[in-house]
């Protein structure tokens, strides 16, 4: 009897898996970033409400703060950090409406995505299922984690100052301050308004933390998808074994395959444009903001060192730069995944196939020489060169906000 392939033993893992931390994220601000079959929940939609209500608020009265804090010039550094908060905010705003306005086109990106996903245990093996989903806990926890210290570093270091000065010093004249910007419609200073006002605040931080934080992760374990898409395909074209010279009906089988792994080609090519049409805008708003939030921090850490603001800036500031460094990092590997294709085609055994099989494998090295990468609409094709723009771009504002200043 002939032997059967064993199936191998292991956890069947399905796309959810890969997105489960970006959703998660996007749940603890009330969104449900797609469809699914989970039936709406009246509270899950009131808590949502709430955190938007609360972050716009926050947002109008922070940027009113700003414009009193630069317009009299009392404490510069100190305005420079509400617009850096300013400029965050509209990052983590820009990135929630995005998905909220593109969330049918998220939904048919989840949709492709599981079409096109491997189910069985075999063909999770062939497409290293396991070692992509690993690669993708790796980054997308490293950078959540690196955005959550970042905000408790902001939030919790008020409090915990006065904490120490108030009950380990026992100063009486010990300062209470708010995590973000420090006016208020209501008296909040010396009763007990302080608390309610410090978790208002608080919580304002963490939805505009978690709006650009689970958007990111979600671009980053959607390209990493793609990529292992990508990269079976071209361990496919390079292990195709031609079969026109060995059965009577080779040729046909052949041409059957590589139709099927043309097919495979386009769905992939597919979901890129609609992770471009999805991510695209809140791609070129937060490079933009990104940029200034830089140049902001970098002129605060350059006029003025202060042992209480030092910490927390360069954590933001890290935070910022690790950002745009992954997501033209992962860009840059799309493009060298989709090119890669092309290469395989050229290296297949093809010198005994069938001329429509060579013609078609020219259709694909064609397609091949235009690399797929993430787009910031249609105005910036990210890659690792756009960390060089990037950096470019923020030094020119640097510059300009140092000459001001002077």
């Not at 409400?49 to 009113?64: A, K, L, R």
């Not at 070129?284 to 830089?294: K, R």
């Not at 493009?335 to 092309?342: C, K, L, R, Y």
């Amino acid at each position: 009897m002939a032997k059967v392939a064993k199936e191998p033993k292991g956890k069947i893992y399905d796309v959810d898996d890969f997105l489960m931390l970006a959703v998660n994220y996007y749940n603890t601000m009330g969104i449900d970033p797609y469809e699914t079959d989970r039936k709406a929940n009246i509270w899950f939609q009131l808590y949502y409400v709430i955190n938007f209500i609360n972050m716009v608020y926050s947002f109008i009265v922070e940027v009113t703060y700003m414009a009193n804090t630069l317009h009299d010039n009392e404490n510069l550094l100190e305005g420079c950090m509400v617009l850096s908060y300013c400029t965050f905010v509209i990052i983590g705003l820009s990135k929630i409406c995005a998905v909220l306005y593109r969330r049918p086109k998220m939904t048919s990106l989840v949709k492709q995505l599981k079409s096109c996903f491997p189910l069985s245990a075999l063909d999770q093996e062939e497409y290293d299922v396991k070692f992509c989903l690993k690669r993708t806990h790796m980054y997308t926890k490293a950078f959540g984690a690196l955005y959550t210290v970042m905000y408790f570093a902001h939030t919790l270091t008020p409090i915990f100052v006065y904490f120490c000065e108030k009950v380990l010093l026992k100063n009486p004249d010990a300062k209470q301050t708010m995590p973000f910007f420090q006016l208020e419609l209501w008296e909040w200073r010396d009763n007990w308004w302080f608390y309610p006002t410090y978790f208002h605040q608080s919580l304002a931080g963490y939805t505009a933390t978690c709006g650009s934080i689970s958007s990111d992760l979600m671009i980053f374990a959607v390209v990493l998808q793609v990529i292992m898409h990508y990269d079976r395909l071209a361990k496919v074209l390079r292990e195709f074994k031609v079969q026109a010279l060995i059965k009577p009906n080779g040729a046909d089988e052949d041409l059957k395959k590589l139709q099927s792994l043309i097919a495979n080609h386009i769905n992939i090519l597919r979901l890129t444009d609609v992770m471009n049409e999805v991510f695209g805008v809140s791609l070129l708003l937060n490079f933009v903001a990104s940029s200034l939030l830089v140049c902001l921090v970098g002129f605060q850490l350059t006029i003025k060192f202060s042992l209480e603001y030092f910490g927390k800036q360069v954590l933001l500031l890290v935070s910022v730069l690790f950002e745009v460094y992954l997501l033209s990092s992962f860009s840059q590997k799309l493009i060298d995944a989709s090119e890669n294709v092309g290469y395989a085609a050229y290296d297949m055994d093809w010198f005994d196939a069938d001329k429509r099989i060579k013609k078609m494998l020219i259709f694909i090295s064609m397609r091949a020489q235009k690399p797929v990468c993430l787009k910031a609409t249609v105005f910036l094709d990210l890659s690792m060169s756009t960390v060089t723009i990037f950096l470019s771009m923020t030094y020119k504002f640097f510059c300009a906000i140092r000459t001001m200043y002077q």
